[in-house]
């Protein structure tokens, strides 16, 4: 090999390396902080660039990068190339084999909230169910999130007319809202005074009615 074409080879390598689409990774991240959505898509089609030139899309970074993708034309209401970019995530996660990560679970709850946006009840649910069932599997499902994703789930179950399945989903979102999250007793409050007896904590009272958990 040439000194020239040794000193391409080094320069391919540097541009190609897993370091400089982390990099783009992290730029794309601060500029959707920052509100610069248009500018973080450009760093992320930059990095998917590098890695599809490198062989690497399908890998675990080339999921963090279609996340990226995906929230940046989330933010530009670019809703339905944001979950393409989603469903491509989930799609490389299952072909490397690591669905239960938190891109892949990122994905299917991002690619849940936007099919149930656009009045697609069917696909949101798909999504959401799998995305507890990566919640579960990662130790993640009993914490405020999971108790959210849970009533997301009870809600699209009773839109689409399953009333028994939005019971049983409302129900587990309770159990794991009181035990991620248990109320803490206030000095000389009586029982009668309590927030949690008779719906003077934003609804929890009417929780037969499941108007309560709207607003997680």
């Not at 000389?188 to 609804?203: E, I, K, R």
Request: charged content about 20%; overall charge negative.
């Amino acid at each position: 090999m040439s000194l020239e074409q040794l000193a391409m080879e080094n320069l391919r390598l540097n541009l190609f390396s897993p370091d400089s689409v982390q990099d783009l990774i992290h730029a794309g991240c601060s500029k959707i902080q920052m509100g610069h959505p248009k500018g973080a898509l450009d760093d992320f089609v930059k990095g998917q660039a590098m890695l599809d030139a490198d062989g690497g899309v399908e890998s675990t970074v080339g999921a963090s990068v279609m996340v990226g993708i995906g929230s940046a034309r989330l933010a530009m209401a670019d809703h339905e190339g944001a979950a393409e970019a989603y469903a491509e995530v989930c799609r490389i996660c299952l072909a490397v084999g690591a669905l239960e990560c938190a891109d892949g679970l990122s994905a299917l709850t991002a690619l849940g909230n936007i099919r149930h946006m656009q009045g697609c009840s069917p696909e949101a649910l798909e999504a959401w169910c799998e995305a507890r069932c990566v919640r579960e599997a990662m130790g993640l499902l009993e914490c405020p999130a999971g108790a959210s994703l849970l009533t997301n789930i009870g809600i699209v179950r009773r839109m689409t007319g399953d009333l028994e399945g939005a019971t049983a989903a409302y129900e587990e979102a309770r159990r794991l809202h009181f035990a991620s999250a248990p109320p803490t007793p206030v000095v000389g409050m009586t029982l009668a005074d309590s927030p949690w007896v008779g719906g003077g904590h934003g609804g929890y009272g009417c929780y037969g009615g499941y108007g309560g958990y709207g607003g997680y």
